[in-house]
Each structure stands twice: as C-alpha cells, then as structure tokens.
C-alpha cells in the first residue's frame, strides 16, 4: 500500500476514529508496519478518557505501573509515575509524551468529529464523513471510539431549567471548576461519583448526594509511589505484562498477594475474614480476587459482599446512613469502585445522603433538585451519570455497510460482533474493544494493546496475501455471540441492573456486553489469525 495515499486512490490505507489509548497506539503500530494513516479525534486535544474526564478525583483504579502500555522497552523505563493510582492530569501527560514521542500528532486530525462512514461495495472502501463538511476515504476503517465515551445525561424533567451550573463529570470543564462555598448536588454514585464526592464534599459548603443504588466500594490506599517499588516493576516488566496477559482480568503482577487460589467454599469461615481483610488492607480490585468463586457462586459472593457491608457498618457513623450506603446486589455486577474516603465522606456534617431507590429524580427545578417531594436548593449540580457504554459512541457515527443498512439496525436487538472485533455486513471496519470482547471487565490497556495488535496483524496478512476485504460472516458472529453469552451467564455479572447490560440506558435492548476472562479470549483470536482468519471471508486475491 503506498506511503502517500492509500490503495485504489483512497486518500489514506486506515482511518483510525479516536485518539484515546487505543487510538494512539493503533496510529503507531500500523505505521510501523507501512500503512498511511489518518486519526480524526472529537476532542480538541488527544487522551480520549483521559481528556475529558477532569472532575476533581479523577485517576485511574489499575496501578499506574500496570494501566500503561507495554509495546515499547524504552517507554516503560524511561516514564516515571508518582503515585500507585494515577490521576487524570498525570496519565494525559503520560499521553501526551507518548503522542510527542512517537511523533503521532502529524496523522492527527482534532476537534473532527465523525459523523458518518459509507462502505462502497465496488471498491471495497470507506467514505467517512466529519462534522466540517469533509469526506476522506480509506480501506480500512478502525473505531477507536472507547467504550466510555459517551456520556449519558439522563433525561430528567426540568433538567435544562436549573439556573446554577450544572456539569458531567465525563465532560467537566478545562479550565476548572471553583465549587468553595456553594451547595452542590451530585447525582449518581458509581466510579466517577465514588471519586468525585470526597474532594466535592471538601470545596463545597454542603453536598448532596442523590443514590440510585448503593455502591460497593474498596479503599485504594493510593499514595507516592515508593522509587524502589517502581524500580523493582521494572527491572521485570516484561514478565509483569505476560503475567498480565494471562490473568482473567488483565492485571495483578504487581500486587503482593497475587490471584486467587481457593474457592470460599474451601476455606473455614474464620480465614475467609482474614483473607478478605488482607485484601481490604492492601486496597484496590484485588478484593474481588480473594477466592476463585467470588463471581460464580452466589453464596461465595455473599461472603465478600457480607464483608464490604460490614466495612460500611464500621466506617459510617450514623447506623441508619450506613444501611443506606449498604448495598444488597452481587459485589461486582456493577463495576466494584475504588475510592480515597468515599464512605467516611458521609460522616460529615455538610454531607447528606438522599435515597431516590423507590421513586427517582421527581424533577430538576430552576433552583434545585425534587426527590421524594422534597425541595432541595442547591447551586451547583454534577450529574456523576456515566455512559452510554460499549456502544453509545458507535451508534452515533451512521455507519452504511453492505447494502446501505444501517450499524443501528443491524444491532436493533443489541451488538452483535465476531470477537467484538468484526460485524457482519460491515466489511473493514474494526472495533477496538468493541462489545463482545473482554474490555471493561480487563484492564484496558491490555485489552486494547492485544486488539491493536491483532488488527495490525490482520491488515499486514491481508496485504500479503493481496486481499482487499475481510468480514465477519453471520454464523460465526451467531456462535460468537451464543458463546459470550453462555460464558456470561456462567457468572453473577448479568444479575443486576449494570452498564455493563445497557440497564442505564432507557431503551436500550438488555444484552450483557462485554466478555468476562481476558486469557481464553486472546488465546482465542491468536487460533482464529494462525487459521487463516476463520470465521472471517477474505475477499478475492488481486
Ligand atoms: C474516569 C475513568 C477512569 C477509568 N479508569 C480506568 C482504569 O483504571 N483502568 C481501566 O482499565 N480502564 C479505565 N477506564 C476506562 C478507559 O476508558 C479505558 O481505560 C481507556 O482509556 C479507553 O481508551 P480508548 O482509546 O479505547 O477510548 P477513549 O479513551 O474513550 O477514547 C475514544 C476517543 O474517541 C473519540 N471519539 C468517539 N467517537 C468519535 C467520533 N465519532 N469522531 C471522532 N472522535 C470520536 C472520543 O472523543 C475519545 O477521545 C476509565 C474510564 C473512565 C471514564
């Protein structure tokens, strides 16, 4: 394929959609291996989650040591985290270095957003259509549009008559926000609101927190990270990223007490505590590691879950907001949160706990939140209401495969993808942690760095054979589809009202998404490449 264009005259070989972490890397990697290749970005800077998400408490809940990519020895080394969970500001420099680095910003088109991309059938290419009018052409096309970027404002009455400001932890202004003084209600209480509410409950003069459902979470016990702590990582970092790659989750090498190797069953009720208070001390994710059952048995579960709510019982003061912050669904379901002082938050006067279980937000007034009848005046309000996730970003592009139809409504009925990497009727298109492969329930950057991997792969096997086209076919994408849900219904995941399921989204068509067990999945693509792309059609040799 040529270096200044791309094949049959298109303007380039891929278009990449996103500049996040998979963006980038995706970006790099294809031009490694000789293929033009242009980045168009929504955001007016690269970084994708990491650009947008600047709410006060933003960081990452993986080890910065491990949330970080590992394609390059030299990268590793030569970058250096200052504490074990990184926060925003620190991981869009990181970002940033790498973009500069790798001299990436050239094929990076910002402040583009994609609107449309139409597969012509005669050349086997992609027109792809942006917000300013402009069409670019490629073969390839690759979404790197992030499961999580897609934030969701719910549509409750009255929301656009609040006279104060109002923000979205997934869209929070750059330059910052001065909340000292002023009365602020967060609406939600997942990951962003877990993070957010501790450093809001210090700049404001009261908070307000209105919770759907209660949320399990588990102290970070972030802090610097101790340099030789970081030196001893990287004097084994290319084990610590095998190890990674053949966890169920996509990390833990650098955690101290490592995977699980009991089930709860099999451990007297008196170690199970002490187990789990271990991994309670330790902080992080890790405590949903403790046992080898914790999210396929429904009592082993309980235990864990038992566990967390006594944590809550000891922590928080006043017995009856306790019981409020207590959860009673699965641990895990819904993404387990890790927070810096999230429950203690609550023992403080200036923070209030409104529980909207039975009836909702009644209405967004111009002066304050209505729940349960009651009239609260506030100023500021954060909706902490996440995202449209997996596929709130895609169906956003109009995409046209084969025949003019339309990606909407070939995933009327929820996405359906061959290794969340293909769709049917979509020829050239890749998704980079699309639904149906391990994304969110991984670390994601080991998620993203083996799909980016695998698609280079795919597009240089294509050029060697002289093929122009590849796409999933129906059947294969049918078993795909059978088979993420069978190993999902093996699991406690699909048991609760998740985003992982769509549940947050109101019409959304229920369907659990991503695919739990990183190692089987990899193993998987690899047999499917080494196979001559099975499951897939490659089109005719040229
Ligand atoms: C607050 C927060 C904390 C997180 N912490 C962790 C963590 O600790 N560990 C972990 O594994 N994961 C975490 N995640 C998930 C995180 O999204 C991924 O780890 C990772 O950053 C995703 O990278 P990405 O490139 O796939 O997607 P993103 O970073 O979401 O980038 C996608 C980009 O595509 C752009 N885009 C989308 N549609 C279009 C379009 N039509 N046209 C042009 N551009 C478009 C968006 O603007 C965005 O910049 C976190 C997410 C959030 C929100």
């Not at 990436?104 to 792809?128: G, H, K, M, N, P």
């Not at 190993?487 to 998404?513: D, E, H, Q």
């Amino acid at each position: 394929m040529g270096r200044d264009g791309g094949t049959a005259g298109t303007d380039v070989d891929v278009i990449v959609v996103g500049a996040g972490l998979a963006g980038l890397y995706m970006l790099h990697r294809l031009r490694r291996a000789g293929f033009t290749v242009r980045v168009i970005e929504a955001g007016s800077g690269i970084g994708g989650t990491w650009y947008w998400n600047r709410y006060p408490g933003a960081r990452c809940d993986v080890p910065s040591l491990e949330y970080s990519y590992g394609f390059d020895d030299d990268l590793e080394q030569d970058w250096e985290w200052t504490e074990r969970y990184a926060t925003q500001p620190e991981i869009l420099r990181y970002l940033e270095h790498v973009a500069d680095r790798f001299d990436l910003r050239r094929d990076i088109q910002l402040a583009t957003r994609v609107v449309a991309a139409t597969f012509d059938e005669v050349t086997s290419t992609w027109t792809v259509e942006t917000d300013a009018g402009e069409r670019r052409t490629a073969r390839f096309v690759v979404a790197a549009t992030g499961c999580l970027s897609s934030a969701n404002l719910p549509d409750i009455p009255g929301r656009d008559s609040f006279e104060g400001p109002s923000y979205h932890t997934g869209r929070w202004p750059h330059e910052g926000v001065d909340l000292t003084g002023r009365r602020v209600a967060v609406i939600g209480t997942g990951s962003s609101a877990v993070q957010a509410i501790p450093v809001l409950a210090e700049q404001s003069a009261e908070l307000v927190v209105f919770q759907r459902t209660a949320t399990y979470t588990v102290p970070a016990h972030n802090g610097a990270l101790p340099p030789a702590q970081q030196a001893e990582v990287k004097a084994r970092y290319r084990e610590v990223r095998a190890v990674n790659r053949e966890s169920v989750v996509g990390f833990g090498a650098t955690s101290v007490l490592g995977p699980p190797t009991a089930a709860t069953a099999d451990v007297a009720p008196a170690e199970r505590e002490h187990v789990l208070a271990e991994r309670w001390d330790q902080g992080g994710l890790a405590f949903l590691g403790a046992f080898t059952d914790t999210m396929t048995s429904a009592e082993a579960n309980e235990v864990a879950a038992a566990f967390v709510r006594s944590k809550i019982h000891e922590i928080v003061d006043d017995p009856a907001v306790a019981e409020l912050l207590s959860p009673t669904q699965v641990i895990g379901c819904k993404r387990l949160c890790v927070d810096s002082g999230y429950y203690a938050t609550f023992n403080r006067p200036d923070v209030r706990l409104v529980d909207i279980s039975s009836g909702g937000i009644e209405a967004i007034t111009p002066t304050g939140v209505r729940a349960n009848g009651e009239d609260h005046g506030v100023d500021a309000i954060v909706f902490a209401t996440g995202f449209d996730a997996m596929t709130g970003a895609l169906a956003k592009i109009r995409f046209a495969g084969v025949g003019g139809r339309a990606l909407a409504e070939a995933w009327s009925e929820g996405p359906k993808t061959y290794l969340g990497l293909g769709v049917p009727g979509f020829p050239n298109l890749f998704l980079v942690t699309g639904p149906g492969s391990p994304s969110v329930l991984a670390n994601m950057v080991t998620a993203i760095e083996q799909h980016v991997e695998w698609i280079a792969g795919c597009l240089e096997d294509l050029r060697a054979g002289g093929h122009e086209r590849i796409e999933a076919t129906p059947e294969a994408t049918e078993d795909w589809v059978a088979h993420v849900n069978a190993v999902a219904g093996f699991t406690l995941f699909p048991s609760c009202n998740s985003w992982y399921l769509g549940a947050n989204i109101p019409g959304k068509p229920r369907v659990f998404m991503p695919l739990p067990g990183f190692p089987p999945y990899a193993a998987r693509c690899a047999d499917v490449a080494a196979h001559g792309y099975e499951g897939f059609v490659l089109g005719p040799v040229r």
